[in-house]
């Protein structure tokens, strides 16, 4: 069965600092892979999403991923956070039979 | 329990039919989301309880869906006179409130 590693749990970070939040998944197979974000008391926005073509995909807010798929890797960056980006960061993977699996979350807490 | 439990995995059934899909929370978890996972898409809301009230069930797609949640645990998600694009994956996610969620793995429901 597929199943996806968010290796860091909570990050703490200064504002304008750089951010990169790692996300490796278990699956030989052709995948969809996401990253969603939730704001204290919301669900789920998304904030990108790979599904085929250029491997470096932007998403909203100034956020970006790179999908490796020799590491099996789908990082999340993003240049200089903001306090507003304070969050749950969830990775997810879709299989090509619709199988979804995410991942267990890093929480990013961004310092004023 | 020790995570969210969906039940039941794999759900086939005809065109026309009623579909009951349920989710088991953490137990102590107030808050309960349903989420819709259609073939290469992301992730759709469907509703969202807090208790056994639903403040928001914006994401509904038709009246055909329904959902309720009784004690303040166990929900239930129905679909009557299920059609062809109610095929997807039913996610169920539950939290504390405003805290961090935790994802059942999923229903997918194939409409024959």
């Known amino acids: 069965a597929q199943s996806v590693s968010q290796h860091n749990h909570h990050v703490i970070l200064s504002e304008a600092a750089s951010l990169e939040l790692g996300c490796n998944y278990s699956y030989g197979g052709t995948v969809n892979l996401f990253w969603y974000v939730q704001y204290p008391g919301q669900h789920l926005q998304l904030l990108l999403k790979?599904?085929?073509?250029?491997?470096l995909v932007k998403g909203i807010k100034g956020f970006e991923a790179e999908f490796i798929k020799s590491k099996f890797s789908f990082n999340l960056r993003k240049p200089s956070v903001q306090w507003s980006d304070t969050a749950e960061y969830f990775c997810a993977v879709v299989s090509n039979n619709n199988d979804m699996r995410f991942g267990a979350g890093t929480r990013l807490t961004v310092k004023p | 329990g020790a995570g969210v439990s969906q039940s039941p995995s794999n759900k086939v059934t005809e065109k026309g039919k009623d579909v009951e899909l349920r989710c088991d929370p953490i137990s102590g978890h107030t808050a309960l989301y349903w989420y819709r996972q259609s073939l290469g898409q992301g992730l759709e809301f469907l509703i969202y309880f807090q208790g056994n009230s639903a403040p928001d069930k914006s994401g509904l797609p038709s009246d055909r869906f329904s959902a309720e949640r009784t004690g303040g645990s166990v929900s239930t998600l129905t679909i009557q006179r299920t059609q062809q694009e109610d095929s997807a994956v039913y996610l169920c996610?539950?939290?504390?409130?405003?805290?961090?969620?935790?994802f059942g793995s999923g229903t997918q429901l194939s409409v024959l």
């Open positions: 790979y599904f085929s073509g250029d491997p």
């Open positions: 996610a539950s939290s504390l409130q405003g805290e961090k969620l935790f």
